[in-house]
Each structure stands twice: as structure tokens, then as C-alpha cells.
């Protein structure tokens, strides 16, 4: 799966957490720009990894930031598993 | 160092607006003082000024029902607990000032690890100074840089910095979800080091997990298996082993952790285990090595404790039966409650909301009964709970009693 089939991917399962239609971009951020707690995280990690069929481990979380980095993350680990 | 004394070693005025490296709680302190500034008693700084047995204690004044102390077996004035403390206080003095590997490994330790294997049927015991740092010490160590943890997201916090202590990727499932833990496991890649960590009971809600379908799973794929027995202790399962020993899969996990200050009845945390090469971690376990071990006093009670816990079968059956009455009581007037049985001795009121919730508190240390206030971030789904553990020596009547201040409370709050 290249960059933007996991965009778009990702954009589709992030959908139904994004509960204030935040027009999601490279930059926008998890934490304060879609307010996501650390349930809605979890949710939306599982959601990700099940798709991928990949672990997205605390530690790797607490690396990502932003939408764009999740995606070049999930982009890696996909093409490495 | 200055040049000149005209000269300040640092700057004059602290750059960044009066913040400092305590700004970062500016948020909690809000918090905590728009809830007191409504009056309210805090939730989280109550003194007990005496206590007069396991249930009764004298709080701000008042003679108060004790229904959050986890003090499940009623030990902490059992004759014989008290007697073995103050003779152990008396031979071997206030405290060892010393490690467990250096001079602080007495008598009592080995009893008290003696007591342990025989309470649990195994070939290993070791005592830390605090059941947190065992969580701490065995997970940290057992699980480093590469290795893998898959764990309850609804863990304990001695089990999260267990994990961030070691360094090993931490891979948490939702709640009790045998399906979300299994495909954790699955993705695991080959030949990693893997380590489940699992509770018996989950002490916010006081339900139990499903260990006889999770150990089944952890097993197939080649995970150690930790279980955190600290809620269970001396009246789940036949011998008080465990929801390990009660789902039948007690020889199937590697290490039980445990603690001395619920049903035990001190203070003092412990790991049990068959493994062969278990030994090794009194060298390598940063957290039993770099401490003070417990006082000869705190062993001895603990000892003394666990051996008495071993014939406690008529007071577990008690503390059941005070379970089941509270938990339908309150299921009878009412409030929401965080299991639909009761499974553990912990019964959780779930509250509307964080206020209402603080206020029923209050209320309830207004008319004479002590429960713990549980609030977010520390409790699943952002939850505010009033969360209330049995024990043993509540008697038929101090149930009813609990029970009709919680009426009284609940109706004076409106939320019943």
C-alpha cells in the first residue's frame, strides 16, 4: 500500500472519532486539535492496527504527534510486516 | 560564578511569565480548588484521628463505618498479628537500615517468604518493601529493550511504570477482551520476548478478569504470564490463591504478585513464582536492591497474617455474604454499580458526574461512612466512583447500617 492508500485509509477510520469535523491535515495534532482523551486513542489505535494488522506499541504512540506522522508510521510498519 | 559582584549569577527576572516547572499542574490545582471552594471536605485529605478496629475509625471527629480500606480479612487487629509485631519490635528492634542484599535480610524476611511459598504452593518467594515496587521491580526487570508487554489497559499504575521502567514495548488491549489480546499476541514478531500482565481483580470496578480463557491464549503463543493478585488475596479461590487459583490456571502462570497491606492487613509487596532461575532477580531487581527492606515488626505481622489466612475459610464465606447484601442493597435503592454481580469484595457506585459525585462523598463522611472517591484520569472511561471494599468483620448489622446512609446520603443529593 503506497502513502496515500494509507491516507486514505486512515482518514476513513478516523472519521467517527473526529466528533467536532476538524478538517484533518499533515500537521493537524491528536491531542489538542482533535482533543482525543486517552480512551479515544486507544480506540482509534485498535482500529488502525486491526486494519494494518500491525502493533502500534505505547512507545511508538508517544513518538507521533500529528496526522502525518501517524501515517508515514502506519506506512512503514504495514510495508515492514 | 560572577565575574563582578555587581554582577547576578542569574538573570533578574525568570523568563516566561512567572512559570515555572510546576506549571504543568496549574490545571489539577484548579480542579481541586473549585471542588473546595464549594464547601466540600477534601476527598483526599482525611485524617483518621483514631481507629477502633478494622470498621470503625474516629474521621474529623466523627465515629465512621470503614467501607474503603481494603482491608478485606479484618487483620490489622488480629491478637496474634498485633502480638508477633510487638515481640518481633522488641527482639529485633524499629528497622533494618539496610537493603535485603546487604543487612537487611533478617529472620523474618525468610519466615515471612517461608509463609509465602506454603500460602501459595510454590518454590519461590520474594518480599518487597511495597507491593508497588514489586510490580515496579519484577516487570522492569523481567521485560527490557525489545521485549514485549501486552497488558489490560485498565492496569494498575505500579504495572504502567513497571513497563516505562524497562523499556519494553508496551502493547495495552481494551478491558478484559480475550479477542483484542490474542491479535496483540499474534502481531508480536518471532522470536521476541513476550510478557503478559493481567489482574485477578480489577480494583475500580472490583470485576475479575477471565484468566482461564486469557492464560489459554498467553500460553499459546508463548507469553510468560504476571497476574496481579493484590484484590484477592486470602478469600478468592479455595486456599485464598487467587482468581488464578479459583479459574484453575494457577500452574500455568509464572509469577503472582501480590501485597501485604490489603487482606495481609500491613504494608510490603511480594512476587511468587516456580520459575527455576527465579533466584536471580534478588541480584538484578533494581527496586528490592536499592531500598530498605520492611522492619522486623511489618514481616513478623505479615507472616503471622498469612498463616492465619491459610485457615480463614468461615471468614472468607462472611465477607461473600456481606458482598452479595451490599451489592443488592444498593442495586435495590438504585445507584448504578460497576458490575452487575458482585465478584470481588469491591463494589463501585458509579456517580453522574465529578461534582455530584464529590457531594455524595461528603455526604456520606457527613453522616458517618468512610468510601474511596475514585476520579478521572485514574478510573476507566473517565468514571467517578465511590468505591467501597468489604471486610471480613462487617457484621449483618453495620451492612444494613452502610446501607441506609447510603439512602439517606443518595436522597439528600438527589441522585436517588
Redesign the interface.
Same mark, same amino acid.
Given at each position: 500500500m503506497d502513502r496515500a492508500e494509507v491516507d486514505a485509509k486512515i482518514r476513513e477510520l478516523a472519521e467517527p472519532f473526529n466528533k467536532k469535523g476538524v478538517d484533518i491535515k499533515e500537521e493537524t495534532t491528536f491531542q489538542n486539535d482533535l482533543e482525543f482523551? &486517552?480512551?479515544t486513542v @486507544?480506540?482509534f489505535v485498535?482500529e488502525i492496527?486491526?486494519e494494518f494488522? $500491525? $502493533?502500534i &506499541? @505505547?512507545?511508538?504512540q508517544a513518538e507521533i504527534e500529528n496526522y502525518g506522522q501517524l501515517v508515514d508510521a502506519v506506512h512503514k510498519l504495514q510495508a515492514d510486516a | 560564578m560572577s565575574e563582578g559582584i555587581i554582577q547576578p549569577d542569574q538573570p533578574e527576572t525568570l523568563e516566561g511569565d512567572g512559570k515555572d516547572l510546576f506549571s504543568k499542574f496549574d490545571d489539577i490545582i484548579a480542579l481541586r480548588e473549585g471542588l473546595l471552594a464549594s464547601g466540600q471536605e477534601d476527598p483526599f485529605n482525611l485524617v483518621m484521628e483514631k481507629v477502633l478496629s478494622p470498621t470503625r475509625a474516629i474521621c474529623n471527629g466523627r465515629e465512621t463505618i470503614l467501607l474503603g480500606t481494603y482491608n478485606y480479612m479484618g487483620m490489622t487487629f488480629d491478637p496474634d498479628v498485633v502480638e508477633a509485631g510487638k515481640q518481633a519490635l522488641a527482639d529485633f528492634g524499629s528497622g533494618t537500615t539496610g537493603s535485603r542484599v546487604l543487612n537487611g535480610t533478617y529472620q523474618g524476611h525468610k519466615e515471612c517468604e517461608e509463609a509465602l511459598r506454603e500460602f501459595y504452593d510454590m518454590d519461590h518467594a520474594m518480599v518487597f518493601s511495597t507491593g508497588y515496587q514489586a510490580n515496579l521491580g519484577i516487570i522492569s526487570t523481567i521485560a527490557g529493550k525489545g521485549d514485549y508487554i501486552v497488558l489490560d489497559i485498565d492496569s494498575h499504575a505500579s504495572i504502567w511504570d513497571g513497563c516505562a521502567m524497562g523499556q519494553a514495548e508496551v502493547v495495552p488491549f481494551k478491558h478484559n477482551d480475550i479477542e483484542a489480546m490474542e491479535k496483540r499476541l499474534k502481531r508480536i514478531p518471532e522470536g521476541a520476548g513476550k510478557l503478559v500482565v493481567l489482574e485477578g481483580v480489577y480494583s475500580m470496578l472490583g470485576d475479575i478478569a477471565p484468566l482461564k480463557e486469557m492464560v489459554a491464549v498467553a500460553k499459546k503463543y508463548g507469553a510468560m504470564v504476571l497476574v496481579d493478585e493484590a484484590h484477592s488475596m486470602g478469600f478468592i479461590g479455595e486456599h485464598g490463591r487467587g482468581v488464578v487459583e479459583d479459574a484453575g490456571v494457577i500452574d500455568d502462570v509464572d509469577f503472582i504478585i501480590g501485597t501485604f497491606s490489603k487482606s495481609v492487613g500491613t504494608v510490603g509487596g511480594f512476587c511468587v513464582s516456580n520459575h527455576p532461575k527465579f533466584e536471580i532477580m534478588r541480584l538484578v531487581c533494581r527496586p528490592y536492591v536499592f531500598t530498605a527492606s520492611l522492619p522486623p515488626s511489618v514481616v513478623a505481622t505479615a507472616a503471622t497474617s498469612i498463616r492465619k489466612l491459610m485457615h480463614g475459610s468461615n471468614k472468607r464465606a462472611h465477607l461473600w455474604e456481606n458482598s452479595k447484601n451490599l451489592h443488592k442493597g444498593l442495586r435495590d435503592l438504585g445507584f448504578q454499580l460497576g458490575t452487575e454481580e458482585p465478584q470481588s469484595a469491591i463494589i463501585a457506585v458509579i456517580m453522574p458526574d465529578l461534582e455530584r459525585g464529590a457531594a455524595m462523598w461528603e455526604a456520606l463522611i457527613r453522616n458517618g461512612l468512610y468510601v474511596n472517591l475514585a476520579r478521572p484520569p485514574a478510573t476507566p472511561a473517565n468514571m467517578t466512583l465511590l468505591r467501597c471494599s468489604l471486610c471480613a468483620e462487617h457484621s449483618e448489622g453495620e451492612v444494613s447500617q452502610i446501607l441506609e446512609i447510603f439512602e439517606k446520603s443518595g436522597k439528600e443529593i438527589g441522585i436517588i
Open positions: 482523551d &486517552s480512551l @486507544m480506540d485498535a492496527e486491526d494488522d $500491525i $502493533i &506499541s @505505547m512507545n511508538q | -
